[in-house]
């Protein structure tokens, strides 16, 4: 079997930089312009573009699809892919098909339950969970076979990564369900956004423990606030969302006009605390439809200019 090449964000984190990577929404049309002008705005600051996969149920332009404009544009994406959607022969003929192209990262997800989005009659499929996609991935890779038992000519080369939340219910279950997809074969980890940085630093703590710092990346999730609105909203609305008072409290403080920028400030300053995390590789900056923040929060955090590697 020929040696595997690392992805630019698998070199960036295996050698031992900050990894940044980020998030756009591919758009609810067959013209790509969008995503691929979002892609841009942020490009020079982060190492990576993830695309989101028919995010919140909602019918969009195929993360697939989307990720091959971005390489096309010279530019690297992560793959996201959740199993709401396909059964494991549709999930192996993507992830073929995205190795194909050279789109090399792949981010496995459950997704949103259908009933939140513009199809809540729509039928689910979950043949396999994210788990299963996780060793589904890395047994294609690792063991160049299907699940079926047939070999693969040219196995995908994929750097593998999901998702984690830190906040959810029940608290104690969760560094154990991150062993589980370590364990399962993940090597990246994106949270979940992180407000109680307090709660946060006790996950890592939990995680150092267990020394599974040592076997997987962790890249806290960090959305910028841009209103009080937002944050209620977040903090009411959004299923295994954790936002303190405090937040709420601070945003409320300033004025109408100065929110967003409060938002962007309290950011940073996550970034800037959680940077001195023992475990923490990197962070993972979801800017919602807001993209032309991403540059202005990377670099007032420190995380620029970002580093080149081989």
Same mark, same amino acid.
């Given at each position: 079997m020929?040696i ?8 960036i984190?295996?050698n031992?930089h900050?990894a940044v990577?980020?998030e ?7 013209d790509?312009?969008g ?6 705005l ?6 990576c ?5 028919n995010?919140?149920s ?10 091959i404009?971005?390489?096309?544009e010279?530019l *690297?994406?992560?793959?996201?892919m959740?199993?709401?959607?396909r059964?494991?022969i549709?999930?192996?003929s993507?992830i ?6 050279g789109?090399n990262n ?9 009933s939140?989005g513009?199809h ?5 499929v979950?043949?396999l969970d ?7 991935s890395r047994?294609m ?9 047939g070999?693969? *000519? ?5 750097? $593998? ?12 279950i969760?560094?154990?369900r ?6 399962a074969g ?6 979940q956004?992180?407000y109680?940085?307090?709660k ?5 703590e939990?995680?150092v423990e267990?020394?599974?710092h040592e076997?997987?990346f $962790?890249?806290?999730? $960090?959305t910028p ?10 903090a009411?609305?959004v299923p295994?969302m954790?936002v303190?008072?405090?937040?709420i ?5 300033v004025a109408?006009d ?7 400030t309290i950011?940073v *300053? ?7 995390i023992k ?7 979801m800017a919602? *439809? ?11 955090s ?5 580093p080149?590697?081989?």
């Amino acid at each position: 079997m020929e040696i595997r090449t690392a992805s630019k964000l698998e070199k960036i984190l295996k050698n031992g930089h900050m990894a940044v990577s980020s998030e756009c929404g591919p758009p609810r049309s067959s013209d790509a312009k969008g995503i691929i002008e979002k892609a841009h705005l942020i490009k020079d600051h982060v190492d990576c573009i993830n695309v989101t996969d028919n995010q919140t149920s909602v019918t969009r332009l195929c993360s697939l699809a989307a990720c091959i404009h971005l390489k096309h544009e010279g530019l *690297e994406p992560v793959l996201q892919m959740v199993v709401r959607d396909r059964n494991r022969i549709a999930l192996q003929s993507d992830i073929l098909g995205a190795a194909s192209f050279g789109i090399n990262n792949m981010l496995c997800l459950s997704g949103d339950h259908q009933s939140f989005g513009d199809h809540p009659s729509a039928q689910n499929v979950f043949d396999l969970d994210s788990i299963q996609l996780i060793q589904t991935s890395r047994y294609m890779r690792d063991e160049g076979k299907f699940l079926g038992g047939g070999d693969i *000519e040219k196995p995908p080369n994929m750097f $593998i990564g999901a998702a984690a939340n830190p906040f959810a219910d029940p608290f104690k279950i969760r560094v154990p369900r991150l062993a589980k997809k370590i364990a399962a074969g993940a090597e990246f980890i994106q949270t979940q956004c992180v407000y109680n940085l307090e709660k946060f630093e006790k996950w890592m703590e939990a995680v150092v423990e267990r020394g599974l710092h040592e076997k997987v990346f $962790i890249m806290p999730g $960090i959305t910028p606030m841009r209103s009080v609105a937002m944050a209620k909203y977040m903090a009411k609305s959004v299923p295994g969302m954790d936002v303190p008072k405090d937040v709420i409290a601070r945003l409320s403080g300033v004025a109408k006009d100065k929110q967003a920028d409060e938002g962007i400030t309290i950011a940073v *300053e996550a970034i800037e605390r959680l940077k001195q995390i023992k475990g923490v590789a990197g962070f993972h900056i979801m800017a919602i *439809e807001w993209e032309e923040k991403v540059p202005e929060i990377v670099e007032r955090s420190g995380l620029y200019p970002r580093p080149i590697v081989d």
